[in-house]
Each structure stands twice: as structure tokens, then as C-alpha cells.
């Protein structure tokens, strides 16, 4: 019997109370996310459960109990309280996948701050938007990826201290840099939990648009009633599972589903931090006896490559859920997950804004390949016309829009109210996203609405792209678009017009290609340059992204009567 149970009973007459009444949380109590992930867990008697399996990408483990948890996240809490860090101040954490990275997390949110995770491969540009927006206090990273905050710090007169994590007792510190290690440290065993309420802000998470810099979705410690629910009800998490999230913490899936959603109900967690491969992940899988698995579209396209022979050398018969986010999951990946594991992967549909999955295929409910799923429980869903008025048709595409409300919803885009204003059209959240729903009530993703490039699950601003080829010396202007592809869904394909006296050629186009993968990340990187004399533009001088996209994929151009140069 799955958690859920009938889906649609619970769809019925829900309430959110439900949620905060299973965490034991009353309306009068102090809140906060960090506490719930660790000391209550303990204070249930579960102290000596293990919370993390650790993998290093050396096949080195490290395992760590709820009550390590605690222990490690005080001692980071009282370390930034030391330094004068004050609550609702932004610490960052730039780390690879290191249990350090998973102590800090929760020990920011414990001292008050407001955590704000970067993505380890993020290079300088793409670190100082972040920082800089922001207004970073302190940052917590690795020895490995001191280099890249060295760089910058002087742009940075905001920033107090950078902890650096490692045992070493000869690492040499420079001005405003202290070097940590949790375990070491004496252990702090009380530590004075910041009693937050529902809209204490708790993480500020970075996510891309088609324009402008990166946007920070800002969170709220009430939003684990939602990571909470969904993680018991979509992922279906059970006290004996052992429950694996492939996403790097430096997105959301990786902080509301690698970290809050599956601590909140006290389950033990596997962490690898190494990258894709199929003989590692299968032996993950077979070593560790996972039972439920969270990943995404492009790992299972890159497992479909790798066939089904290669399954038959590991013994997966731990597994029992599967579950999947960030892109289009196809109705063949379904399928071929069916037959292969004897499990379907189950779409789940959310947002860096939504905080926690808003659509979902649910354990127990039948899931149509190919279908994101229905709206979670408390929440209400639909597809808006242009003019922002529900479609009452089924099969008919419009913008995914949802009813404000849920507790997991950002409550503001960080410096930038504007932005935040314009996603609320008659009442309802645009998601941005344009799906369909049939008469049964299951939603079908149609596209993104915006030129927002999705590869591999991660979205990359064509703006910033943009921006940053602007500083290459060679680089007169450019555009940039996804270009379909077979297995991450898109990959960045730019056009650039060079400036007179610069000449193409296969090295100018690998320098463009490094020069962005160094300043922003390797995401970010073009796979392909496509180099042209001038770009097409509207009149007042847009670059028509919409026309070379079209092209791109031989789709109908559609109007062009604003074009400039035709
Ligand atoms: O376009 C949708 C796509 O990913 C976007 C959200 O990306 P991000 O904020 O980085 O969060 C990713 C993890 C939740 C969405 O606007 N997306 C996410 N899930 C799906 C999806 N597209 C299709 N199907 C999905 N299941």
C-alpha cells in the first residue's frame, strides 16, 4: 500500500494543516527546517539512524547517524554565529557533493541565515552574479574551489568570512579565510535553534530567465509542509527505505528532495558525489540496496543507450520506486524503465518557484506514459488562454498556471519585486511552462514559453550566455538557443557575428566555447558556433531568437512582419 492511498480521497477536502500536524508542528511553534531535519528526528529516539551513506567518487563510504547530523550542524550554526553572522544574512555554500556541504546547509538555517547554494562548476561570471546579488556574507567551500572565490573576493566588500572545509591542518588561510572541519571541531551539543516562524526566510535558490541576471527564488522555513507531503507521498518514502536523489544540491531537487523533504521524515539517504556512469550507478544501487530512486530524463536516456545487458550484471531487485524531474520524461524511458527495472519511472513537474512538485504521477495511480500527471493535493492547477483565462477545453495547450498559496511557493525573486509582480496574472502563477490536459484530468507538457534553455534538466539563460560572449574579444554580437538533442533534451547552440578583422575558424570556435565554459559553467558551454554575418532583429533591435530557434528545428517562422533585415 503506497502512503498516498487514493489519490483522489486525498485530493479532496485537503488541507495543509494535515502536514504541519504530522511534523507535530502547532501554529505557536518556532519553526525551523534545520531542526526538523535533525533534532526532532532524534528527539523520536531515531538519534542512532543512519541519515547519509556517503560516497566518494573513489568508492570511498562514509556513514553518518541523525544524531550526526545534529551534532555537525550545531557546530557549523555556532561557527557563523561566532563570526558575527547575524539571522536572515545570506551564506553561501559552493562545494562539491561533500557531507560538509549537507552539515552547513542545515546549520545556516539553524543560526537563522539564509542558505543560498552554487553549483560547484560554476565559474567566476556565473559565481559573482550570484554573490553580488545576493550580498553574500560568508561562503562556505572546499580547498579544491578556493581559487575561483580568490578571484572575486574583492569585488566583494560585503563578504565577512570564508570557511574552507578540510582536515588539513597546514592549509594556508588568507585574509577573511578560516579552515573548518565539522568533525574535528569540539562538538556542540546544545545549540539555540533560531526560532523562526512560517515566513522566516530559509533558502535563496538562483535560477535562470530569458532576461536580465539569474533570479533568486527566495524560501521560507514553512515551506518543509510541502517538501514534507510530497516526499511522502510522491516519492513515497518509508521508514526502512533507503532512498537515493541524483541531483547535485546546487538546484532545488537537490535541497528539497536531497536534503529536507527526506530528512524530514527521518529516512536514510545516499549521497554520490561523483558525476554519471552506468557501472557506478547500477553498483550504488546493488551495494547500497536502494529502494526508492529519484533522478531525471537525461540519466535515464543515457541508461537506455547503455542497453539492458548491462542491468542483467547487477542485482537492482532492491528497488521499488522510481520517480523522475526537470524535463519532459519520455513515453519510451517509461516503457523501457518497465521492462528493463520491472518499475515505471513517475514524472513528477515543479519549479525552483514552486519549491516542492506541484503534478505528479502518483504510487498506486496509473501512469500514462508520457503525462507529467495531476496536481498535488492543496493544489489547483490549470492552462490559461493568452489573455490569462482558464482553457475549459480538453487537449488544448495553454500556460500552466497555478493558485497561489501553497506553502512551498517563493515569496519573492531577491532584489527584484518587479519580476516577482509580473508571474501573477488574474490570480494565478505562470509557471512559464505550456502544457495540456486531457479529459481525465492528467496534464501533458507541451514546451517552455520563454527562450529558456533546458539541458540536461538545468536551465541556462540564453541572456547570460549572451552577455558573457559580449566580453570575448572576437565577439560583435550573438544569439543563443537550445538546439534539440537526443539525450539532454537541448544543448546551448549560438550564432555569433564577429567583429571586422577577426576570421573564423575550428580555434577561434573552441576558444569561444572554453572561454564561457570558464566563465559561466560547463553547462553553459556552446556544443555548437554557428559563425553569420549579422543576426536577424526586430525593429527595435531585438535579436529574433524565436526565428533561429524555428529554424534551428525546421519549424513554421511564423510572423515576421517585425523583422528588421529580412
Ligand atoms: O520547464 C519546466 C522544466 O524545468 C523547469 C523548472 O526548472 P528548475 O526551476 O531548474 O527546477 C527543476 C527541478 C524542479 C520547468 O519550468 N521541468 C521540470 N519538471 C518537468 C519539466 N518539464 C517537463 N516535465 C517535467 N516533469
Not at 501573477?424 to 505562470?430: A, L, Q, S, V
Not at 495540456?436 to 539541458?455: A, H
Amino acid at each position: 500500500m503506497s502512503n498516498i492511498g487514493s489519490y483522489e480521497e486525498k485530493y479532496k477536502g485537503f488541507d495543509w494543516s494535515f502536514a504541519r500536524k504530522e511534523l507535530g508542528c502547532k501554529d505557536s511553534t518556532p519553526l525551523n527546517i534545520g531542526f526538523y531535519c535533525s533534532d526532532r528526528i532524534c528527539q523520536q529516539g531515531k538519534g542512532g539512524k543512519i541519515a547519509m551513506i556517503w560516497e566518494g567518487y573513489k568508492g570511498e563510504v562514509e556513514k553518518f547517524t541523525f544524531d550526526d547530523l545534529r551534532i555537525y550542524s550545531n557546530n557549523y550554526a555556532h561557527l557563523l554565529k561566532s563570526f558575527g553572522i547575524k539571522e536572515r544574512e545570506r551564506v553561501f555554500i559552493f562545494m562539491e557533493r561533500v557531507p560538509d556541504l549537507y552539515f552547513s546547509f542545515l546549520g545556516i538555517l539553524k543560526m537563522g541565515g539564509i542558505v543560498a547554494p552554487l553549483f560547484s562548476a560554476f565559474g567566476e561570471e556565473s559565481l559573482l552574479t550570484r554573490l553580488e546579488d545576493g550580498n553574500a556574507s560568508a561562503i562556505i567551500t572546499i580547498p579544491k574551489l578556493i581559487k575561483k572565490i580568490r578571484r572575486i573576493k574583492d569585488q566583494l566588500p560585503q563578504l565577512k568570512k570564508i570557511i574552507i572545509v578540510t582536515d588539513d591542518e597546514n592549509f594556508k588561510s588568507e585574509e577573511k579565510e578560516t579552515s573548518f572541519s565539522a568533525k574535528k571541531a569540539k562538538r556542540v551539543e546544545k545549540f539555540d535553534i533560531f526560532p523562526g516562524t512560517f515566513e522566516t526566510p530559509s533558502v535563496l535558490h538562483y535560477t535562470s530567465g530569458t532576461t536580465g541576471k539569474p533570479k533568486g527564488a527566495l524560501h521560507v522555513h514553512s515551506s518543509i509542509f510541502a517538501q514534507y507531503l510530497t516526499t511522502k507521498w510522491c516519492l513515497d518514502l518509508k521508514p526502512d527505505d533507503i532512498y537515493w536523489c541524483t541531483a547535485d544540491p546546487g538546484w532545488v531537487t537537490g535541497t528539497s528532495y536531497g536534503i529536507i523533504g527526506p530528512w524530514s521524515l527521518g529516512i536514510t539517504q545516499v549521497v554520490l558525489d561523483s558525476g554519471f556512469q552506468v557501472g557506478k550507478w547500477y553498483n550504488l544501487i546493488q551495494k547500497h540496496r536502494i529502494t526508492v530512486w529519484y533522478s531525471a530524463p537525461t540519466a535515464i536516456r543515457l541508461l537506455m543507450k547503455e542497453g539492458e545487458e548491462i542491468v542483467k550484471k547487477y542485482d537492482l531487485s532492491s528497488l521499488r520506486h522510481l520517480c523522475s524531474v526537470g524535463e519532459p520524461l519520455n513515453a519510451e524511458a517509461v516503457t523501457w524503465s518497465k521492462k528493463v527495472y520491472g518499475l515505471p519511472f513517475h514524472d513528477t513537474y515543479w519549479q525552483t518557484e514552486t519549491g516542492a512538485i506541484v503534478i505528479s504521477n502518483y504510487p498506486g495511480m496509473e501512469v500514462r506514459p508520457g503525462s507529467m500527471g495531476k496536481p498535488f493535493p492543496g493544489i489547483v492547477a490549470t492552462v490559461l488562454d493568452s489573455s490569462y483565462n482558464p482553457i475549459n477545453k480538453t487537449g488544448s495547450a495553454g500556460l500552466i498556471a497555478l493558485k497561489p498559496g501553497w506553502p512551498s511557493m517563493f515569496r519573492n525573486y531577491w532584489n527584484n519585486p518587479a519580476t516577482y509582480d509580473s508571474k501573477f496574472k488574474n490570480g494565478w502563477y505562470i509557471t512559464g511552462d505550456r502544457a495540456s490536459i486531457d479529459k481525465n484530468g492528467y496534464f501533458w507538457f507541451v514546451g517552455r514559453d520563454d527562450d529558456v534553455i533546458n539541458t540536461a534538466g538545468h536551465l541556462v539563460s540564453p541572456f547570460e550566455v549572451e552577455s558573457a560572449l559580449l566580453e570575448h574579444p572576437a565577439v560583435a554580437e550573438s544569439a543563443a538557443i537550445g538546439k534539440p538533442d537526443p539525450i539532454n533534451l537541448e544543448v546551448v547552440k549560438v550564432f555569433v557575428a564577429l567583429k571586422s578583422g577577426f576570421e573564423k575558424s575550428d580555434d577561434l570556435e573552441l576558444e569561444i566555447m572554453n572561454f564561457i565554459r570558464k566563465r559561466l559553467s560547463p553547462l553553459a558551454m556552446p556544443q555548437e558556433i554557428e559563425f553569420v554575418d549579422s543576426l536577424p532583429k526586430t525593429r527595435s533591435g531585438k535579436i529574433m531568437r524565436r526565428l533561429l530557434r524555428a529554424q534551428e528545428r525546421g519549424e513554421p517562422i511564423g510572423d515576421l512582419s517585425t523583422l528588421e533585415n529580412d
